[in-house]
């Protein structure tokens, strides 16, 4: 069971990203998925969450507007697309994996870093 993210890198303010999470050896329709960021010495947070159909999602107020979260069941693939970056968006971030019945732990990917500076 893994999940690998992608796409983190070094971004000015204001601009744009696209995270992208794919999942091997599970049933990735079974699972809820979520995007989570951590600055080194802070909990982590949750950013954005998609059910396992894809039919609703939810977000952090402090992205609302700027973020997509979005996936692709057919590829095992969640996104993050990022707009409108600011500094404080400056973090590691993370994928995760929830059953969506909680018969299984939750998975989660190493992480990719995301830096938003001038």
């Known amino acids: 069971v893994q999940l690998v993210e992608s796409g983190g890198g070094l971004v000015q303010p204001g601009g744009s990203l696209r995270l992208s999470c794919t999942a091997s050896?599970?049933?990735?329709?079974?699972?809820?998925m979520n995007w989570y960021r951590q600055v080194s010495g802070k909990e982590r947070e949750l950013v954005a969450g998609?059910?396992?159909?894809?039919?609703?999602?939810n977000y952090a107020d402090s992205v609302k507007g700027r973020f997509t979260i979005s996936r692709d069941n057919p590829k095992n693939t969640v996104y993050l697309q990022m707009n409108s970056l600011k500094v404080e968006d400056t973090a590691v971030y993370y994928c995760?994996?929830?059953?969506?019945?909680?018969?299984?732990?939750?998975?989660w990917g190493q992480g990719t870093q995301v830096a938003v500076s001038s």
């Open positions: 995760n994996a929830r059953d969506r019945l909680g018969w299984r732990d939750d998975v």
């Open positions: 050896g599970l049933t990735f329709s079974r699972y809820h």
């Open positions: 998609i059910v396992s159909t894809g039919g609703s999602t």
